[in-house]
Antibody
């Protein structure tokens, strides 16, 4: 069945960067967009970015412009999200999610990123 | 992009129906048929319940239905069951080619 398997939890210090991976399986990787969404503790969902794995074109939420980079490696069907200049407010569960350009259909299990000195 | 507006909480008794609203603008909800609804139980990843305003994915109960009028979308759950107690989020495509979520609604089954 279709799976999105994310990398494990991370603990980072303020100012550092984090790179989270999301490996997709059991479907044609280039046929679906991949999104990244985060959820701070006790808070709602926040959309961050998306990538079209077919051509690698990305789109970022303005709030994260300049700090987030989304990439993909088609040979390994893996998508990456790198967030730089981390601050405590970036502490959250980060989800990769498969879907269309306009909607999310399925979510990964989530990766907890903790930013603490 | 400002978050879509949802009520913070709704409640209902088993067997009743409830409706959760999701209000945006003409730049998101009102401008597209790309409104989705997600259910999230504590500690779990969200699950798609409705996409493209009113379409249900395979495996989702027909007790869940969606609609839209102008800048407001709605999720209706009929025949409430205990397992429906969860947080619900709406999302919409936007004119900026991004997605935006609502703040979330906590559903309590009394």
């Amino acid at each position: 069945q279709v799976q999105l398997v994310q990398s494990g939890s991370e603990v980072k210090t303020p100012g550092a960067s984090v790179k989270v991976s999301c490996k997709a399986s059991a479907y044609t990787f280039t046929n679906y967009y991949m999104h990244w969404v985060r959820q701070a503790p006790g808070q709602g969902l926040e959309w961050m970015a998306k990538i079209n794995p077919s051509g690698g074109i990305t789109s970022y939420e303005q709030k994260f412009q300049g700090r987030v980079t989304m990439t993909r490696v088609t040979s390994t069907t893996t998508v990456y999200m790198e967030l730089s200049s981390l601050r405590s407010e970036d502490t959250a569960v980060y989800y990769c999610a498969r879907g269309y350009d306009t909607a999310i259909l399925m979510w990964g299990q989530g990766t907890l990123v903790t930013v603490s000195s | 992009q400002s978050a879509l507006t949802q009520p913070a909480s709704v409640s209902g008794s088993p067997g009743q129906s409830i409706t959760i609203s999701c209000t945006g603008t003409s730049s998101d909800v009102g401008g597209y048929t790309s409104v989705s609804w997600y259910q999230q139980h504590p500690g779990k990843a969200p699950k798609l319940m409705i996409y493209d305003v009113s379409n249900r994915p395979s495996g989702v109960s027909n007790r869940f239905s969606g609609s839209k009028s102008g800048n407001t979308a709605s999720l209706t759950i009929s025949g409430l069951q205990a397992e429906d107690e969860a947080d619900y989020y709406c999302s919409s495509y936007t004119t900026s080619s991004t997605l935006v979520f609502g703040g979330g609604t906590k559903l309590t089954v009394l």
